[in-house]
T-cell receptor, first 114, second 113 residues
């Protein structure tokens, strides 16, 4: 299993550009999430999904869109990039099969918006 | 989810036990205590979790006080590779809690040779 994969690893955008961060998992997990981490801070939840076709907002959803057309993929779209969106983005997945859930995180995408 | 309080940083000598405390005084009866760590800006890694009883796995031990208002993560023989930010998270199980973790600032553990 590759686990949770994210592409690209690094990205530089200009203000106003749009782009999509890709996230995929091969563990057949129902739950997937996107977090951002600013320097010296903990992770903050952007959006999450409890299954294909179902998404919901997290703590900091503004400026981001998500969709979940398949169980495996959960892309995060930046609509019009702003310097405040410079951050490291982590995707995570987990299963609902037990009373607790261990979240598996991807390696992150480091985004700089100029 | 209940709020957690952790010391911002701790040091530990290699080979010694590292004891990382966490306060969660507002924890409710159905909320679990989770520990994750993040090594050098990698994605966070699950370590251990518990509800009421003490727990141990191959990575660490988790001691939860009887009143559940605090807990301690124990790395029994710390190595240099255990240098990381450690996050204590309290969260309910099931329902919409799945897929959602609330991270604080965590504790920066530095293991010295």
């Amino acid at each position: 299993n590759a686990g949770v994969t994210q592409t690209p690893k690094f990205q530089v955008l200009k203000t106003g550009q749009s782009m999509t961060l890709q996230c995929a998992q091969d563990m057949n997990h129902e739950y997937m999430s996107w977090y951002r981490q600013d320097p010296g801070m903990g992770l903050r939840l952007i959006h999450y999904s409890v299954g294909a076709g179902i998404t919901d907002q997290g703590e900091v959803p503004n400026g981001y869109n998500v969709s979940r057309s398949t169980t495996e993929d959960f892309p995060l779209r930046l609509l019009s990039a702003a310097p405040s969106q410079t951050s490291v983005y982590f995707c995570a997945s987990s299963t609902r099969g037990s009373s607790y859930n261990e979240q598996f995180f991807g390696p992150g995408t480091r985004l700089t918006v100029l | 989810d209940a709020k957690t309080t952790q010391p911002p940083s701790m040091d530990c000598a290699e080979g010694r036990a590292a004891n990382l405390p966490c306060n969660h005084s507002t924890i409710s009866g159905n909320e679990y205590v989770y520990w994750y760590r993040q090594i050098h800006s990698q994605g966070p890694q699950y370590i251990i979790h518990g509800l009421k009883n003490n727990e141990t796995n191959e990575m660490a031990s988790l001691i939860i006080t009887e009143d559940r208002k605090s807990s301690t993560l124990i790395l029994p023989h710390a190595t240099l590779r255990d240098t990381a930010v450690y996050y204590c998270i309290v969260r309910g199980a099931g329902g919409t809690s799945y897929g959602k973790l609330t991270f604080g600032q965590g504790t920066i553990l530095t293991v010295h040779p």
